[in-house]
């Protein structure tokens, strides 16, 4: 993410910080490699303050692109992915560069590196566009991980909301999905007992599931 107490949220697409983007990295990498994750967020950043975003967009995109070529030849070398998740700019952070699927694709395209794919966050994508049934389908080809939260309180699936999880996930099994889905949302209460929505949604699906276990092997 950069220098957060200096108000970075991710250095690949801020012009200047190209340094301290490979630095970083590298640091993801050593990381990943050593818990066993193939897939490694790769965050855009937020438009430079005191500037706006219009005129600064050509040179962070170059930016952007540069440091994605950068990236896809080093997580190659090490079978892994990188990932692009547009963030909203109406409710989380007004400031990021990368804000909707339609933008991360396009850069996506003029990068065309098969190793670097969508994180598409349902929670941002309804946030500012909505049509989730045909974005999935849109670019379902792009996808290499999904985040879930209901929208607008970005709590537990099942919480009040706009979203129709049940449905989601039923269409992603129809796509192909077989990656994972993360849990990006914020418990309103106890993390186990925010989980009964899955346990809620397994049941109605047949899933028999017995619980955690109590003893490591």
Not at 125 to 136: A, K, Y
Not at 151 to 157: A, Y
Not at 198 to 203: G, H, I, M, P
Request: charge should be negative.
């Amino acid at each position: 993410p950069g220098d957060q107490e200096a108000g970075e949220l991710g250095l690949a697409a801020v012009p200047g910080r190209q340094a301290a983007f490979r630095q970083a990295l590298e640091a993801a990498v050593h990381y990943a490699r050593a818990v066993g994750c193939p897939r490694i967020h790769v965050m855009a950043g937020r438009v430079p303050l005191g500037t706006e975003g219009a005129a600064v967009a050509a040179e962070m995109e170059t930016t952007f692109i540069e440091n994605l070529r950068y990236t896809a030849d080093l997580l190659s070398q090490e079978d892994m992915i990188g990932l692009l998740e547009p963030i909203n700019n109406r409710i989380t952070d007004p400031r990021y560069y990368l804000n909707t699927p339609q933008h991360a694709a396009a850069i996506l395209e003029k990068v065309g590196r098969p190793n670097l794919k969508l994180q598409l966050d349902l929670f941002h994508c309804q946030i500012m566009d909505g049509n989730l049934s045909r974005n999935l389908e849109m670019y379902f080809p792009l996808i290499g991980h999904i985040q879930i939260a209901q929208v607008p309180g970005r709590h537990e699936p099942d919480s009040p909301g706009e979203l129709n999880f049940p449905y989601l996930f039923e269409l992603l099994e129809s796509l192909g999905y077989t990656g994972y889905v993360g849990c990006e949302y914020a418990p309103k209460g106890d993390t186990l007992e925010g989980l009964g929505w899955l346990r809620s949604y397994w049941e109605s699906r047949g899933v028999q599931h017995s619980g955690p276990s109590k003893a490591a092997k």
